[in-house]
């Protein structure tokens, strides 16, 4: 009795074991099923130590990838505002800069007269705005204060979603080094701009000329952020689009240097942008294609020495700026018809396509702009149409990348 009593405590015991083991393997296979990496046919999660994190792969790629062109989209919004801000000359209107301290606004009467009171102890006010009122500071305080916001909140943008891919190991060796370097950037470039707008603030008794930000100090702002920008968009492009296999030949090889050449100088163009616009180059000859009365006006080269005219005399950054634009226009047309002797993919064609049809609408922006004496919204538009011919320019330079072998 004894003996039949223990079998049949044993024989129950085996049962209830293996149904529990029947019944975790099921919530095992439930739950790996609501894994959309493993959904997707992936490699799942890799153990180490305590800490549980992804492998890279594809579906990581494109998380990673949209994540990186979702950022530099919101560099393109901090580069288009930082445009309008100084066309409406309202990039010196927060006379001093902190981090935490300056995200709460002036709220009472008292806080608003206090900050107009700093601003009218500097130049601009001085010299420029001396009869400004106060609704009319409000106005181009709050245009940099939107410019500064945002800038923190692109900070935000990439510092945060790199720290959570970081720790979960979504990020491979060489995609850890870029990311590290982009947060690195993304930094710098805040710094950057209070340096700029410094530059503004300080008392020039030698000068003559309206107070505003140093033309340098514009330029390595503008084409900090255009780094950042195109550094973003390329990771991204590379990580979202599968590439092409195309056949190495020469012609393919000449192709990819053109199209590199090309981006290369509408980068440049771009950047010469800063010049002109730091200099208010645009409003010393309004008239297309000739300059005034001729091709090429008598003060070209009036400063002294001759180097100094290309980045202080606005009568030479404007005219750089033209022979910038015209060339590459040039170029990208050049690279269109060479690109019609060969067989390319639908979306490397579109690109190219695209990338000629902006050319021309920009080349017709920045006449406009010229004609009708930089009006503020169409100045901002022709700002914006560089970057949609520098995204168009490498898009086409990732339809166009060799396939890592």
Not at 124 to 150: A, C, G, Q, V
Not at 307 to 323: A, G, M, S, W, Y
Not at 379 to 405: D, P, Y
């Amino acid at each position: 009795m004894l003996v039949t009593n223990l079998r049949s405590l044993v024989a129950c015991g085996c049962r209830t074991a293996r149904q529990r083991f029947q019944l975790r393997n099921n919530i095992q296979q439930r739950v790996s099923w609501r894994d959309p990496l493993v959904k997707r046919g992936h490699s799942s999660v890799a153990q180490s130590g305590t800490a549980a994190g992804f492998i890279p792969n594809g579906a990581t790629d494109r998380i990673v990838g949209r994540w990186l062109l979702a950022c530099s989209g919101m560099v393109v919004g901090a580069v288009v505002l930082g445009g309008v801000t100084r066309l409406t000359e309202s990039g010196l209107s927060m006379v001093d800069w902190h981090l935490i301290k300056e995200m709460k606004p002036p709220g009472s009467q008292g806080e608003w007269e206090a900050e107009f009171q700093k601003y009218q102890q500097f130049p601009e006010f001085k010299f420029l705005n001396h009869d400004m009122t106060l609704p009319e500071f409000k106005f181009i305080w709050f245009m940099e204060y939107s410019h500064r916001m945002w800038g923190r909140l692109v900070g935000l943008a990439y510092i945060l979603p790199a720290v959570y891919f970081w720790r979960r190991g979504y990020l491979n060796r060489t995609m850890k080094g870029r990311v590290l370097g982009l947060c690195g950037f993304v930094c710098f470039q805040g710094l950057l701009g209070w340096y700029m707008v410094k530059s503004g603030l300080e008392e020039k008794p030698e000068s003559y000329d309206v107070p505003r930000v140093s033309q340098y100090r514009l330029a390595a702002h503008l084409g900090s952020a255009l780094v950042l920008y195109c550094a973003s968009l390329w990771t991204g492009l590379t990580l979202m689009l599968p590439p092409h296999t195309l056949p190495a030949t020469r012609q393919l090889t000449l192709l990819r240097r053109f199209a590199r050449g090309t981006g290369g100088l509408v980068f440049l163009t771009a950047l010469s942008g800063a010049f002109v616009a730091g200099l208010d180059a645009g409003l010393v000859y309004n008239s297309f294609p000739k300059m005034g009365e001729s091709w090429i006006p008598d003060d070209l080269l009036a400063f002294s020495p001759t180097l100094k005219n290309f980045f202080e005399n606005p009568t030479t950054v404007q005219f750089d700026h033209r022979i910038l634009g015209i060339g590459s226009v040039a170029a990208i047309t050049g690279l269109y018809l060479f690109s019609r002797r060969m067989a390319l993919p639908r979306r490397a064609r579109m690109a190219m396509t695209s990338l000629l049809a902006m050319a021309y609408l920009q080349v017709g922006l920045g006449i406009s702009t010229l004609l009708l004496y930089v009006p503020t919204p169409l100045a901002a538009t022709h700002q914006s149409g560089s970057l949609a011919l520098l995204t168009l320019a490498i898009w086409l330079l990732a339809e166009l990348r060799r396939v890592a072998k």
